[in-house]
C-alpha cells in the first residue's frame, strides 16, 4: 500500500512539472531556441543527460571543496583565547621578530668599505716629476749655490734640508727616479687618517682598490700620523750608500704625502643591502596537530601571524587538490563516455539518461549521508545504486560505474575499509544477478548474501591487522548496509518502471510469473491463444539467444503479444475449438477489421497493465503491415468487392523496429502455419519456414528492425532446430507379457 502511494506521489510530480515545462514551451516571450525539454524524446533525454552529468559534476566538485575547505580560528590581539589552537596541517612559518634581529645584527657586524685610491697616488707622482723638471732646469740657469738653493726654495719650500744640501743638476737627475720609488712604494700601501684607525677598534673594516676592487691587507696600511717617520725609514733602505741625501729626500717627498685611504658610504650601502638581498630567513616547522596556542594564552602578534601563514597554506594545498581533483573526475567521465560508446550504449539514449540520472542520484544521497551522517558512512546505500544500474542500463554499465564511485568516492573516505565494503558487495551481487531478479529476494538469498559479505570483510579487517573491537564495529554495520541498500534499490527501480513506462528483468520476471492476473486471463479466456503464446514465446526465446537479443524481453514479448485477443477470442481460429466459425457469415473487410482491431486492444491493454513501453511497441509490431491474406484472396473471390484496395487488408503497422519485435512477427506467424502442418512431413515444415521468411523480406516487413541477414538465418535455423526437436516421436514400448489374458 505505501509503495503504490509513493508512486502515486512521484508520477503526480512529474505530471506537475510536465504541465509545467507545458507551459513555459507555449509562452513565446523569448528568441531562444534551445529549449531543455523538447517535444522529440530523444532530443529531450540527450539534453537532461547532459545537464544531470553537468549537476553530477557539480556536487562532486561542491562537495570536494567543503571537505577539503577547513576553517581558520579568528582571533583578535590581546584578546585570551578560549580553546587549544591546533595546526590543521603541516606548514612552515616563518618568526619575523626573531628574523629581524638576526638580520640587524648581521647589518651591525656587516664591514664598513674603504677605498684605496690608485689615482691619488699616481697624481702626487705626476706632480713630483713636474717639479722635479722645474727643479732640473732652476740647477741649470743658476751658476751659483746659493743661487740653486733658492730656486728650490721656491718649489719645494723653505727646509733646512734643502738648504743644506748643496744640490747639483745631474746629482738631482740621478735621485728623482728614487723619488718616483719611494713615492710609489708609500700610496702602493695607502695612507689612512687617524679616524680609521679609531673606528678599527669596534667595526669590522674592509678596504679594496678603487680601480681593480682587489682586496687589500689593513695591516699594511700607513696612518698619516706615522706616514713622515714611515717616509724616512724608507729613504734610508733605499739611499743606504748615499746618506748625505736622506734629509734632502726626506724634505721633498713629505710634500707629496696625502692620504689615499677613504671611507665608501655609496659601497657600504650597497654591502648591506646585499646582506639584506642575501638574508634567507629561518623557518620553523609546524606539524599537523600541534598546538598552535594554548587555552587562556594572550593573543599576541606571533600567534596571529602563525594562524595567518596556516590560512595561507590551507587555501593553497585547497586549490590544488581542487584542480587535481577536477582533472581526474573529468578525465574519469571521459573514460566512462569512451567506455559506454565502445560497449553501444552511445546509440542508446536510454541508457545514457538513465546512466547520467543515477549519478546525480547516487552523488546526492551520498552528499546528505556525507554532511549529516558522516558517522556512519558504513550505512551509505551504495548497492541501491548498483542494483538501478544493472536493471535499468545492462551488466556491463553496473560494472563500469560501481567501479566508477568506488574510485571517486576514495577521494572522500580515505578510509580503505569503505571501498572494499562497496566493492565487495557490488561484485557479489553482479556475480549473482540470477538470485535478484525477483521483485522482492528470499530471505535465504539475502541471508547467504548478507553472510558473504560479512565474511569477506572480517577477512579485509584481518588482512589489515585492525583490532577485533575494532572490526566489529564496523561489521555492525553492514546488515544495515545490505538491508538498506536492497529496500532502496528495488523501491527506486519499481518507481523508475512506473514513472518512466520501461521494463526492467524484474518486472519482466514477474511478467512471466502464472500470477500475473492478465495472464491468468489470458489463460481462461483465450486458452488457445495462450498455448499460441506459449510456443511463440519459447520461439522467440531460443532465436533472440542465437543473435544477442534480449532473450528475457523475447519471452515476455511472445507471451504478450497476442493479449488483445481477449476482448473477442471467438473471432480467432485458435479459440474456435466447437462450434462454426465466426468469420463465415462477415464481410472479408469485416474480419479484417476485428483481426486488426486486436493489435489495439492489446496496446490499451499493455497501457492499462503498464507493461513498459517496449511490451507494448511488440504488442503493435508483431504484424508489421503484412498482408491478411486469407480475407484478402476471399474479397478478390467477391466481384462486388474485390475493387478495394489491397492496403485495406494490411495491418496498420508499423513495421517491428527491434530484434526482439522482429523475431516475435516472424515466430507469431511461423507457429500458425507449422500448428497446421503438424502431421505433415518435417521437409514440408521446414520448406513452409522458409517461405514465411522469404516473404516478409520480399515484402519490406524487416527493413526497419535492426536485424542482418546472418541474424535472419540464424532465427530461421533455431526455429527449424525448435521444431525439428518438438516432432520427435515417442518409443513405442511392448505390452507386458502376460498382462491381457
Not at 333 to 349: C, D, E, H, K, S
Request: glycine letters at 4%; a positive charge; aromatic letters at 12%.
Amino acid at each position: 500500500m505505501w509503495m503504490s502511494s509513493v508512486t502515486n506521489w512521484y508520477r503526480r510530480l512529474s505530471k506537475l512539472i510536465s504541465m509545467r515545462m507545458q507551459t513555459v514551451k507555449s509562452e513565446k516571450t523569448s528568441n531562444i531556441t534551445f529549449r531543455l525539454f523538447s517535444d522529440d524524446e530523444f532530443v529531450r533525454r540527450r539534453r537532461l543527460t547532459v545537464l544531470f552529468t553537468i549537476l553530477f559534476a557539480i556536487l562532486n566538485i561542491y562537495l570536494f571543496y567543503k571537505e577539503n575547505t577547513y576553517t581558520v580560528d579568528r582571533v583578535s590581539l590581546r584578546e585570551v583565547v578560549k580553546e587549544n589552537i591546533p595546526a590543521r596541517i603541516d606548514f612552515q612559518w616563518v618568526d619575523k621578530a626573531q628574523n629581524e634581529a638576526r638580520l640587524r645584527e648581521r647589518l651591525d657586524n656587516a664591514p664598513k668599505v674603504y677605498l684605496l685610491d690608485e689615482d691619488i697616488g699616481e697624481s702626487e707622482k705626476k706632480r713630483l716629476s713636474n717639479d722635479i723638471a722645474l727643479a732640473k732646469k732652476a740647477l741649470s740657469d743658476e751658476s751659483t749655490a746659493e743661487g740653486r738653493t733658492e730656486a728650490l726654495h721656491k718649489i719645494w719650500g723653505t727646509q733646512d734640508g734643502l738648504t743644506s744640501a748643496r744640490m747639483k743638476p745631474d746629482q738631482l737627475n740621478t735621485l728623482s727616479a728614487i723619488f718616483l720609488n719611494v713615492l710609489d712604494a708609500i700610496y702602493r700601501k695607502g695612507i689612512i687618517g687617524e679616524r680609521f684607525f679609531l673606528e678599527s677598534s669596534t667595526i669590522p673594516v674592509e678596504i679594496r682598490k678603487k680601480n681593480d676592487n682587489v682586496l687589500v691587507d689593513r695591516d699594511s696600511l700607513i696612518f698619516s700620523t706615522e706616514a713622515a717617520d714611515y717616509l724616512r725609514s724608507l729613504i734610508k733602505r733605499y739611499l743606504e750608500a748615499d746618506r748625505q741625501y736622506v734629509d734632502f729626500t726626506y724634505y721633498v717627498l713629505k710634500n707629496y704625502l696625502r692620504e689615499n685611504v677613504y671611507f665608501s658610504e655609496e659601497l657600504t650601502k650597497k654591502r648591506a643591502e646585499s646582506i639584506r638581498g642575501n638574508f634567507v630567513p629561518e623557518t620553523v616547522t609546524i606539524n599537523k596537530g600541534e598546538i598552535i596556542a594554548q587555552k587562556g594564552q594572550i593573543v599576541d602578534e606571533t600567534l596571529v601571524d602563525k594562524l595567518h601563514k596556516m590560512e595561507e597554506k590551507l587555501k593553497n594545498v585547497v586549490t590544488l587538490r581542487l584542480i587535481g581533483f577536477m582533472f581526474t573526475l573529468f578525465f574519469m567521465l571521459a573514460v566512462i563516455f569512451l567506455l559506454m560508446r565502445q560497449q553501444g550504449y552511445w546509440t542508446n539514449i536510454q541508457k545514457i539518461f538513465f546512466w547520467s540520472l543515477i549519478n546525480f542520484l547516487f552523488f546526492l544521497t551520498f552528499s546528505l549521508f556525507f554532511v549529516f551522517m558522516k558517522f556512519s558512512l558504513y550505512a551509505f546505500p551504495f548497492l541501491a545504486f548498483v542494483i538501478m544500474a544493472y536493471f535499468l542500463i545492462d551488466l556491463k554499465g553496473a560494472l563500469i560505474s560501481s567501479v566508477f564511485w568506488v574510485v571517486l568516492l576514495a577521494a572522500f573516505s580515505p578510509d580503505f575499509r569503505f571501498s572494499a565494503l562497496w566493492l565487495l558487495s557490488s561484485m557479489l551481487f553482479l556475480a549473482e544477478t540470477g538470485h535478484f531478479r525477483l521483485r522482492i529476494p528470499t530471505l535465504s538469498t539475502l541471508l547467504k548474501y548478507l553472510t558473504f559479505v560479512l565474511l569477506s570483510l572480517f577477512v579485509v579487517e584481518l588482512a589489515a591487522g585492525r583490532p577485533l573491537r575494532e572490526s566489529l564495529s564496523v561489521l555492525i554495520w553492514v546488515p544495515v548496509y545490505v538491508m538498506l541498500s536492497f529496500a532502496l534499490g528495488y523501491l527506486l527501480v519499481y518507481l523508475f518502471e512506473k514513472v518512466h513506462n520501461i521494463t526492467t528483468e524484474v518486472s519482466l520476471n514477474a511478467l512471466l510469473s502464472w500470477e500475473n492476473p492478465l495472464l491468468r486471463q489470458l489463460m481462461s479466456v483465450a486458452p488457445g491463444t495462450y498455448r499460441h503464446s506459449l510456443v511463440v514465446s519459447e520461439l522467440s526465446g531460443d532465436a533472440a539467444s542465437a543473435v544477442g537479443a534480449d532473450v528475457l524481453l523475447a519471452k515476455v514479448g511472445g507471451l504478450y503479444h497476442d493479449v488483445g485477443k481477449i476482448k473477442r477470442p471467438d473471432y480467432f481460429i485458435e479459440n474456435q475449438i466447437y462450434g462454426p466459425n465466426r468469420h463465415d457469415n462477415l464481410l472479408p473487410l469485416m474480419s479484417v477489421r476485428i483481426l486488426k482491431n486486436h493489435v489495439e486492444e492489446g496496446v490499451l491493454l499493455g497501457r492499462k497493465n503498464r507493461l513498459g513501453r517496449r511490451l507494448t511497441a511488440i504488442i503493435r509490431e508483431h504484424h508489421g503491415t503484412s498482408l491478411i491474406q486469407y480475407f484478402y484472396q476471399k474479397n478478390q473471390k467477391d466481384n462486388k468487392h474485390k475493387h478495394l484496395d489491397e492496403k485495406y487488408f494490411r495491418y496498420d503497422g508499423p513495421k517491428p523496429s527491434g530484434k526482439e519485435s522482429a523475431i516475435i512477427f516472424l515466430a507469431d506467424k511461423v507457429e500458425a502455419v507449422t500448428r497446421l502442418l503438424y502431421n505433415s512431413p518435417f521437409h514440408h515444415v521446414q520448406e513452409r519456414i522458409n517461405r514465411i521468411f522469404e516473404e516478409a523480406l520480399l515484402d519490406g516487413q524487416l527493413d526497419v528492425c535492426d536485424l542482418t541477414l546472418r541474424d535472419v538465418h540464424a532465427v530461421r535455423e533455431a526455429f527449424i532446430e525448435y521444431f525439428r526437436g518438438s516432432r520427435h516421436k515417442r518409443i513405442e514400448y511392448p505390452k507386458e507379457i502376460g498382462g491381457n489374458d
